[in-house]
């Protein structure tokens, strides 16, 4: 109980991004688009679904583990949080790669807003991940070690 | 663009991305431990103790060395007012004072050049607080512009 109340709303609003970004990997798993199954086949479209998805649970267990008191363990966290992103970074950038590739099929109308839209989340993924690479840089790595 | 090239292009994003988080995970491993910001604050405290006690020596040794030098003029000029004295003694104590007085002018520069190094350090963290920093929040601010 003491770790919820230590959560802000600065954290849920971005604990409700990772969650509406797993739940569209689970459900892009579910209920795959006719055209990403065509070009992608099963295999492939399960792996980077299951990859985005875990990512997305691992980069939301980082942001909540960041918020508990021991000193280590929240060190640890961005450790998990950045560990976490990459793995989420496959869902977008396979989704705006895949929908890019099917403006020739499809043509513009179609898909040009999906293939902004999908790089849109990846831009948002980025965004965290360069926010999080210099606390990861001066905790876990220790690049300033000699000041 | 060919099913096969984005298969191929998916595949390598896909590794990619598993690499560069499978490299995180041994950066972790291989710096062995983790720094809390009490670490941090504990090395900058270890840095600035260390300067500040080898300059503490090197001036009490500048010290001695300034009364070892005073209590051997006294002792010169003591002599020298002796008729009898040999010389080859009075010269091997002005050798020793002469030693000690360089001893003394390189004690001076070694202090300067602590000095300098403890004025850097501090320079350095007013430059970068986070360096002292004990708020981890910053950093999970997801729209720190905001």
Not at chain 2, 34 to 60: H, K, M, Y
Not at chain 2, 97 to 121: F, G, T
């Amino acid at each position: 109980m003491n770790l919820l109340k230590r959560i802000t709303f600065r954290h849920w609003a971005w604990i409700h991004v990772m969650l509406a970004f797993t739940a569209w990997a689970v459900l892009l798993q579910l209920y795959t688009p006719v055209g990403v199954y065509a070009a992608l086949q099963e295999p492939l479209v399960t792996l980077w679904t299951t990859t985005a998805a875990v990512g997305g649970i691992i980069a939301i267990l980082g942001l909540v583990l960041s918020l508990v008191a021991h000193a280590r363990t929240r060190v640890i966290s961005v450790s998990v949080e950045l560990f976490g992103l990459c793995l989420a970074l496959v869902g977008p950038f396979t989704y705006t790669v895949t929908q890019a590739s099917l403006i020739a099929a499809d043509g513009l109308e179609t898909r040009l807003a999906l293939t902004m839209l999908a790089y849109f989340s990846l831009s948002v993924i980025l965004y965290r991940i360069f926010i999080v690479i210099p606390r990861f840089r001066k905790e876990a790595v220790d690049a300033r070690k000699d000041v | 663009m060919a099913p096969d090239l984005l298969q191929f292009i998916v595949t390598t994003g896909i590794i990619g991305s598993i690499i560069t988080a499978a490299s995180v995970i041994v950066q972790v491993i291989l710096n062995k431990r983790l720094r809390t910001p009490a670490d941090r604050q504990s090395e900058i405290s270890n840095v600035f103790s260390i300067l500040n006690g080898t300059i503490q020596d090197n001036r009490a040794d500048k010290e001695a060395n300034e009364k070892t030098i005073s209590a051997l003029r006294e002792y010169v000029d003591k002599l020298e007012d002796d008729s009898r004295t040999d010389q080859t003694l009075i010269s091997s104590l002005y050798t020793r004072i002469h030693e000690l007085e360089m001893r003394n002018a390189e004690k001076d520069r070694r202090i300067a050049e602590l000095e300098a190094q403890l004025s850097k350090y501090a320079e350095a963290i007013v430059k970068d607080p986070t360096l002292l920093d004990e708020d981890l929040e910053q950093t999970q601010n997801p729209f720190p512009l905001s």
